[in-house]
């Protein structure tokens, strides 16, 4: 009788063990989840904002060209950048509700949900729908505002499937925006830049531009400062400029596009892990995703 | 890339960098002015284009970014074999003209 008692409590001993631990894992994975999925989020409005920035800057070389090569800059002319800018600020407040939503889903292995996660839901909702991106007639904008109420049941219920399915859908829905639009958004730059090699070039061709900065790589070793050029060193190194311009701006645009693709990459990326939760899989990888550290060196070096 | 609004763009870069080209060339102060005007009107095409969408399947569509990727093509090899300045100009009208009825064909998302 002692031996039957011992092992039925070894076999419970057992299975409570096994209950914990799987029961951590699943909480473990669903912490590693909100984590990457913030960082991600985060990422996403700062991208947004690194091409809002484009579009100011847009904005003020057209106003630039008016003064300097007087093509005509009026307000109706300035209207539909305005519009894009707005555009673009709706979809970076977007992401950062995103991101204060998944930063709530840690709430998932605390014993109390803070009213923030109520908040973050239904201001990513609002946001979601607010956006006009979205196909007309699309089940998109009204399920992402109902996965941020479920979210939020879910996350007071600690109820991590649920939960991570309601945050799939959300996720789907940001992917589904960026493949769409990257495009649009690679030409924005695009023509951001653009715009500013224009002007640049027109400036160097009037001699407006000082162009001894370039001979610092020769000077610095010596500790040597070039004076301001004069009519001869500017035609001299007019030819050097232009070609430097046109390569920087190049690579310039090239950095955009390939920053919009480890964009993409990463959400998707976070999508699929997530669906892994949803499922009740087990998340292997508990790193945010690689592709993000493209988007943030971009970020860092666009603004 | 939507084809429309990549049409848009590409003719927008096309006639703010013949700009300086015309200049180079002798056109009056008058055509300059024209030719601000079209930059003007193509670079308004262009962002009203962009964060839209377009009809693509539309036949009309189909048939204006044809027009005008042809007259682009025909007036970049005018500009830089450095014709006749008004010659170019009149081409230049044309192909923003064709240009504004194609974002007119935009609708809002």
Do not use: E
């Given at each position: 009788m002692t031996t039957i008692l011992r092992r039925h409590f070894c076999f419970v001993s057992v299975l409570l063990l096994f209950l914990c631990v799987f029961a951590c894992k699943v909480s473990e994975d669903a912490a590693a989840a909100a984590r990457q999925m913030t960082t991600t989020a985060v990422d996403l409005s700062s991208h947004y904002n690194s091409l809002a920035q484009a579009v100011t800057d847009s904005i003020a070389l057209n106003e630039l060209d008016a003064s300097i090569s007087k093509i005509p800059f009026e307000a109706k002319d300035r209207r539909p950048l305005e519009d894009t800018l707005s555009e673009i600020s709706k979809r970076k407040d977007a992401a950062l509700a995103l991101a204060k939503l998944a930063a709530s889903?840690?709430?998932?292995?605390?014993?109390t949900v803070s009213s923030e996660v109520g908040t973050a839901a239904s201001a990513l909702g609002k946001e979601l729908v607010d956006m006009?991106?979205?196909?007309?007639?699309?089940p998109v904008p009204d399920a992402v505002g109902q996965a941020g109420k479920f979210l939020l049941q879910f996350v007071q219920q600690h109820k991590e499937k649920e939960a991570a399915q309601a945050m799939n859908g959300t996720l789907a829905a940001f992917v589904f925006l960026f493949e769409k639009e990257k495009p649009t958004y690679d030409s924005i730059f695009r023509t951001y830049i653009f715009l500013a090699s224009q002007i640049a070039r027109d400036l160097i061709a009037r001699r407006a531009?000082?162009?001894?900065?370039?001979l610092t790589p020769a000077l610095k070793p010596f500790d040597l400062t070039p004076l301001p050029a004069d009519a001869q060193l500017r035609d001299t190194l007019q030819a050097l400029a232009l070609g430097r311009l046109q390569t920087s701006a190049e690579d310039a645009s090239k950095r955009e596009t390939d920053a919009s693709s480890a964009m993409l990459s990463a959400l998707e990326e976070m999508r699929s892990r997530v669906h892994l939760l949803a499922t009740e899989k087990p998340m292997p990888i508990r790193d945010n995703p690689f592709s993000l550290k493209i988007v943030e060196s971009w970020v860092a070096s666009a603004i | 890339m939507n084809p429309a609004t990549l049409a848009l763009e590409n003719q927008y870069f096309s006639l703010r960098k013949s700009l300086p080209e015309l200049e180079a060339q002798g056109a009056t102060q008058d055509q300059l002015d024209a030719l601000r005007t079209a930059i003007a009107q193509s670079r308004t095409n262009y962002w009203t284009a962009i964060g839209r969408q377009f009809h693509e399947d539309d036949p009309e569509v189909a048939a204006l970014i044809s027009q005008m990727n042809a007259s682009q093509l025909a007036l970049d090899q005018t500009v830089k074999h450095l014709g006749d300045v008004a010659k170019i100009l009149n081409g230049i009208t044309q192909a923003v003209d064709i240009g504004s009825k194609l974002a007119a064909k935009v609708i809002a998302l």
């Open positions: 889903m840690s709430a998932l292995s605390s014993s006009k991106a979205l196909p007309a007639g699309s531009v000082d162009p001894s900065p370039m | -």
